[in-house]
């Protein structure tokens, strides 16, 4: 039996390239959400790691194979990462990507900024299929298509990875609230305004280092301060998401001769007997010269705001982060070393500020508010 090598060959093209489409005959493939800063929604199965991600969605009425295809947060290389062979797409369904950096599988080789950028999609003869441009993105929120594959695009509060964006998103992000004064060291009483941009928006704001939230207090008259206090601010508007917190810390009658830093948590974050990192708690482990379980010994982090102040009052920086306990069997002592990480989940991935007036460096990860160990 004589065999039809040619029709073979056209086969087995066929399998490797899938669907074969041109430049002015574009996949009708969308970039239908992402997420630039994924804290608690979902883990990546392969490496069970909170990491970007993002899901490309087929409008097509049969499958569409995209190997041989591109993915790009970066629009002078389209070509940055190549999507896997034999990855594919249902009519009308959604392929998920974990934009981590690990170059493996469904995981790019880059990561999504929360601060803002692109995201292309290239066919494999590098035509651009679809593209999305996006600013600063907050935790554990999406942004996408809804309708799936239209051009309209929302902030989405209940993200749905993979799967059809069903529940119409918010149409964008309000402005911080602003203060009549800033930070730092005052005597006396003194009085502060939180101002906001678009009238309709309501301010609420805490002082017990907690974040606002939509039960905490409405802000509609100044703040009178008489004491050393911490405000933290933000805005709402229905249909909009909620503007960043922004923090700020009063010193009152306060005097000092050393550098100041102020930290700023949930109450929770340190005292609370399940979650709080700081106290004996009933959720702990033994370690660090425990033999008991305590709350101190876990690897817990959880978000501050940061501030530093110099010896002369002056500001230094404030950042948003993350923190733990550090140190060992110093964790026994009533004062803890705290370490303060650095990370782009939080706001700035580095503290970019001088600390050390003797050492020559700008940028930290990490830095430690220590309890200078054993030394009392």
């Known amino acids: 039996m004589k065999t039809d090598f040619s029709s073979l060959l056209i086969i087995i093209i066929f399998n490797i390239f899938g669907n074969l489409y041109s430049q002015n005959n574009p996949p009708k493939l969308f970039i239908n959400e992402f997420m630039a800063s994924n804290s608690t929604t979902i883990l990546s199965p392969s490496f069970n790691e909170y990491s970007d991600w993002l899901e490309i969605y ?15 947060d970066d629009f002078s290389n389209p070509q940055k990462w190549q999507i896997p062979i034999n990855s594919k797409i249902d009519s009308e369904e959604s392929l998920l990507f974990w934009a981590d950096g690990k170059n493996v599988g469904q995981h790019t080789n880059f990561k999504l900024s929360k601060t803002g950028g692109v995201i292309g999609l290239f066919s494999n003869t590098v ?47 309000l402005k911080n609230p602003l203060f009549s004064l800033s930070g730092g060291f005052y005597n006396g009483e003194i009085s502060i305004e939180l101002l906001k941009e678009n ?20 802000y509609s008259t100044a703040i009178l301060l008489n004491t050393t206090a911490v405000i933290r601010a933000q805005s709402f508007r229905d249909g909009f998401r909620p503007s960043n917190v922004i923090t ?41 010269c425990s033999s008991e379980p305590r709350n101190w010994n876990q690897p817990w982090e959880h978000p501050i705001s940061l501030e530093m102040y110099e010896t002369n009052g002056n500001f230094g920086f404030r950042i948003d982060a993350g923190m733990q306990i550090g140190g060992g069997c110093t964790r026994l002592y009533p004062q803890k070393t705290l370490a303060i ?21 700008i940028k930290f990860n990490n830095i430690l508010l220590r309890n200078n160990g054993q030394d009392w």
Not at 202 to 216: C, E, V
Not at 266 to 272: A, F, G, M, S, V
């Open 58 to 72: 087929n409008s097509e009425d049969t499958t569409i194979i995209l190997s041989g295809f591109y993915l790009t």
């Open 127 to 173: 035509d651009l299929i679809d593209s999305i441009h996006y600013t600063e993105q907050i935790t554990d929120i999406s942004f996408g298509r809804y309708p799936d594959g239209t051009d309209s695009l929302f902030y989405f509060d209940q993200p749905t990875p993979g799967a059809s964006n069903t529940n119409l998103g918010i149409n964008g992000m």
């Open 199 to 218: 009238p309709t928006d309501t301010i609420r704001y805490t002082i017990d280092g907690s974040l606002p939230n939509l039960q905490s207090t409405i």
């Open 248 to 288: 700020q810390t009063f010193f009152i009658d306060e005097a000092t001769t050393l550098p100041v830093v102020s930290v700023a948590t949930d109450p929770e974050n340190l005292w609370n007997n399940q979650t709080g990192f700081y106290v004996e708690g009933t959720n702990g482990i033994t370690g660090f």
């Open 341 to 361: 990480y650095a990370r782009s989940i939080y706001g700035a991935p580095k503290i970019n500020y001088k600390i050390f007036d003797d050492k020559n460096i």
